[in-house]
């Protein structure tokens, strides 16, 4: 995915985000993936970057536009902080599969989990 972004869509069922570049490319990054992947100070710490686990239930609350170039992603376990530049959203499409298989190595050698820290059931 080389051209421009020109839609976002999102699935709030599925939790997954779609990516439509102007040559009608589509991209679809999940909302766990998102999340651990943050571009925040508070994951990327600063040069030192902190694992982030129990997030396979997690889900996109808000997304707003900022200016031209980027959109700021809410999640409901309450981070709001990372600026998801439309660059950053296209290299996290192009390098998804290393990335999420990098990202579960991690977990397994810290002995965390994907799975929430508290199962909560909906009525």
């Keep these: 995915m080389t051209t421009a972004l020109?839609?976002?869509?999102?699935?709030?069922?599925?939790?997954?985000?779609?990516?439509?570049?102007?040559?009608?490319?589509?991209?679809?990054?999940?909302?766990?993936?998102?999340?651990?992947?943050?571009?925040?100070?508070?994951?990327?710490?600063?040069?030192?970057?902190?694992?982030v686990a129990n997030k396979r239930d997690v889900a996109i609350t808000a997304i707003t536009p900022v200016g031209h170039y980027a959109v700021k992603l809410s999640f409901d376990d309450g981070h709001y902080t990372g600026l998801y530049s439309f660059a950053y959203l296209q290299q996290l499409a192009s390098q998804q599969e290393p990335l999420w298989q990098a990202y579960l190595a991690k977990l397994k050698a810290a002995n965390a989990s994907r799975e929430p820290l508290i199962n909560i059931k909906s009525l």
Excluded: W
């Design 6 to 51: 020109v839609k976002l869509h999102y699935h709030r069922q599925r939790r997954i985000l779609d990516l439509v570049a102007a040559n009608g490319d589509c991209r679809s990054l999940s909302a766990e993936f998102l999340r651990v992947h943050s571009p925040s100070a508070e994951v990327r710490g600063h040069g030192n970057p902190k694992l």
